[in-house]
């Protein structure tokens, strides 16, 4: 990319109401960036370019290209257009790629093979523990783990991948000076200290606004050449994520659950449009081809418990409650216990992720 040619990007992306499409369709007319902005009149309306939108191309907003230049002027601060070499080719081959990419961290790991992760931010103890430890195998096995920096399963995404020492990046739905949700902060220091990234198409000050999200996940589809869907509800902005990777050619697999619980509902959709059902880390490996897992295959949601450390009452009730909906008066029926000692014991199993308490019921979540 020449640096002459950076603050002409920064421009085009200040240009209101025009979007990657708009701009890929013009550029195919002029020789690059700064021979657009620089064309006269008569050449811009020979290729079409409204009269509204020529009186944009003429005034740009070079003051926030100026912020944006002095932002990139930090340390692992960095603009990626579509003529930089290190903006990841996986991307810049979707229909509407973004016009440019604000990165902290290492904008090499763009470019690294990446498996995407998402789901519900109310996920529940399973899932989140079951985005852990696919996170954790994954990266384990080699794959940069990218993921949309929400709370719930984005979080334990980003986190397993971490535990594992692996890459991970998170695609923000605001600009990078807008950390979204607070809660995050210190885990995008942890990202970037790992040598994985924090990137987005927004301007640095956007901040969350609800139709960013949903186009944001074509970026996550888009780096990845798959998408894991881990608990999704049936309208969510993880199947819109399914649904960008699936149009752009990307494997999609979703990880199956109880037919009474609303979370499982969107990936039983994907899975009777043809995602891979998955179980096991083994199972996303072995479709993506030849790479191997060095942990254990069987998901941490089987492994992370050990009910035998749990006191005997504990261990009574627990053994009442099954995968499908447990009603509260069976579980008192047959474990024989009072309401307050079964009361708190459910709570206590809730709080360590054994049991989710959903309506008409409990489920075992581990």
Same mark, same amino acid.
């Given at each position: 990319?020449?640096?002459?040619?950076?603050?002409? $990007?920064?421009?085009?992306?200040?240009?209101?109401?025009?979007?990657?499409?708009?701009?890929?369709? $013009?550029?195919?007319?002029?020789?690059?960036?700064?021979?657009?902005?620089?064309?006269?009149?008569?050449?811009?309306?020979?290729?079409?370019?409204?009269?509204?939108?020529?009186?944009?191309?003429?005034?740009?907003? $070079?003051?926030?290209?100026? +912020? *944006?230049?002095?932002?990139?002027?930090?340390? *692992?601060?960095?603009? @990626?257009? $579509?003529?930089?070499?290190?903006?990841?080719?996986?991307?810049?081959?979707?229909?509407?790629?973004?016009?440019?990419?604000?990165?902290?961290?290492?904008?090499?790991?763009?470019?690294?093979?990446?498996?995407?992760?998402?789901?519900?931010?109310?996920?529940?103890? #399973?899932?989140?523990?079951?985005?852990?430890?696919?996170?954790?195998?994954? #990266?384990?096995? !080699?794959?940069?783990?990218?993921?949309?920096?929400?709370?719930?399963?984005?979080?334990?995404?980003?986190? !397993?991948?971490?535990?594992?020492?692996?890459?991970?990046? +998170?695609?923000?739905?605001?600009?990078? &000076?807008?950390?979204?949700?607070? &809660?995050?902060?210190?885990?995008?220091?942890?990202?970037?200290?790992?040598?994985?990234?924090?990137? /987005?198409?927004?301007?640095?000050?956007?901040?969350?606004?609800?139709?960013?999200?949903? &186009?944001?996940?074509?970026?996550?589809?888009?780096?990845?050449?798959?998408?894991?869907?881990?608990?999704?509800?049936?309208?969510?902005?993880?199947?819109?994520?399914?649904?960008?990777?699936?149009?752009? !050619?990307?494997?999609?697999?979703?990880?199956?659950?109880?037919?009474?619980?609303?979370?499982?509902?969107?990936?039983?959709?994907?899975?009777?449009?043809? #995602?891979?059902?998955?179980?096991?880390?083994? *199972?996303?490996?072995?479709? @993506?081809?030849?790479?191997?897992?060095?942990?254990?295959?069987?998901?941490?949601?089987?492994? +992370? /418990?050990?009910?035998?450390? @749990?006191?005997?009452?504990? &261990?009574?009730?627990?053994?009442?409650? *099954?995968?499908?909906?447990?009603?509260?008066?069976?579980?008192?029926?047959?474990?024989?216990?009072?309401?307050?000692?079964?009361?708190?014991?459910?709570?206590?199993?809730? @709080?360590?992720?054994?049991?989710? /308490?959903?309506?008409?019921?409990?489920?075992?979540?581990?």
């Amino acid at each position: 990319m020449s640096m002459s040619s950076l603050p002409y $990007w920064l421009a085009a992306l200040y240009l209101p109401g025009i979007g990657p499409l708009k701009l890929k369709q $013009w550029l195919t007319h002029f020789a690059d960036i700064k021979t657009l902005f620089t064309a006269t009149d008569e050449e811009c309306q020979a290729v079409g370019i409204s009269a509204k939108d020529r009186a944009k191309l003429q005034q740009p907003n $070079w003051q926030a290209v100026e +912020a *944006d230049l002095a932002w990139a002027e930090q340390e *692992d601060h960095h603009l @990626l257009t $579509w003529d930089d070499e290190r903006y990841p080719m996986p991307l810049k081959e979707i229909a509407d790629p973004p016009i440019l990419l604000f990165v902290r961290g290492n904008p090499a790991v763009l470019s690294s093979k990446q498996i995407a992760l998402v789901g519900s931010r109310h996920a529940t103890p #399973a899932g989140i523990r079951n985005a852990h430890y696919f996170a954790h195998s994954l #990266a384990e096995a !080699g794959l940069t783990i990218t993921s949309g920096l929400a709370l719930g399963i984005d979080g334990a995404s980003h986190r !397993g991948a971490l535990a594992a020492k692996g890459k991970t990046i +998170a695609v923000f739905g605001t600009g990078l &000076q807008h950390i979204y949700p607070a &809660q995050h902060v210190s885990l995008v220091q942890e990202i970037i200290q790992g040598e994985g990234a924090v990137i /987005s198409e927004f301007p640095l000050n956007t901040s969350p606004k609800p139709p960013h999200f949903p &186009q944001r996940n074509r970026i996550i589809g888009g780096l990845s050449v798959g998408v894991l869907v881990v608990e999704a509800a049936l309208k969510s902005g993880s199947l819109i994520t399914a649904r960008h990777a699936l149009e752009q !050619g990307r494997e999609v697999f979703a990880i199956p659950g109880s037919i009474h619980h609303p979370l499982s509902k969107g990936c039983h959709h994907l899975i009777r449009q043809g #995602a891979k059902l998955v179980e096991t880390a083994a *199972d996303v490996l072995e479709e @993506l081809g030849g790479l191997s897992v060095s942990t254990s295959t069987r998901p941490l949601s089987m492994t +992370a /418990s050990n009910d035998a450390c @749990l006191p005997p009452e504990s &261990q009574q009730v627990l053994a009442q409650i *099954d995968y499908e909906i447990t009603p509260l008066d069976l579980i008192l029926l047959r474990s024989g216990l009072t309401m307050g000692q079964v009361s708190s014991i459910l709570l206590t199993l809730e @709080l360590q992720g054994y049991v989710q /308490s959903i309506p008409g019921g409990y489920i075992k979540a581990a």
